[in-house]
């Protein structure tokens, strides 16, 4: 299989809120998006982070239990972690904490010889940053 990329396509409670806080906190930039027919809600976003992109929309609970995703606030808790590999953990970290970020797991120098911590964003999507140590 090539040309294969893997593109976390998040579900938020308000696309246009998310959007602003990724931009703020990691550097994302908006490629494109898609409003829903009811004009309040995104249909689809496409951000581009680092090389990377980043894919997310609003909940649409009206299309049933199998087409209906929800948010993390809403199901109680993230089921899984999106990592950021960066070469300054600090400052990154520090930059996610100013846009609202949560403290999960403090940032620190971790036994395995990565500086690692992890943040829930205001959307309930939990992200873990990682770098060199720091001396």
């Known amino acids: 299989m090539s040309n294969i990329a893997l593109v976390p396509h998040l579900v938020v ?6 959007i602003a806080f990724y931009e ?16 309040k809600r995104l249909m689809h976003a496409h951000l581009s982070l680092d090389g990377g992109a980043l894919y997310l929309h609003d909940e649409f609970p009206e299309y049933g239990e199998f087409g209906g995703a929800k948010a993390p606030n809403r199901l109680g808790g993230a089921s899984c972690t999106l990592h950021l590999e960066v070469t300054d953990a600090d400052t990154a970290w520090a930059q996610a904490q100013a846009a609202g970020a949560e403290v999960l797991m403090p940032l620190d120098n971790q036994f395995w010889g990565a500086r690692y911590g ?3 964003d205001p959307f309930g999507h939990v992200w873990s940053i990682g770098g060199p140590l720091k001396e």
């Open 118 to 120: 992890q943040l829930r």
């Open 24 to 39: 703020k906190a990691f550097g994302a930039r908006l490629e494109a998006k898609h409003p829903a027919d009811d004009g």
């Open 13 to 18: 409670s308000d696309g246009e809120a998310a």
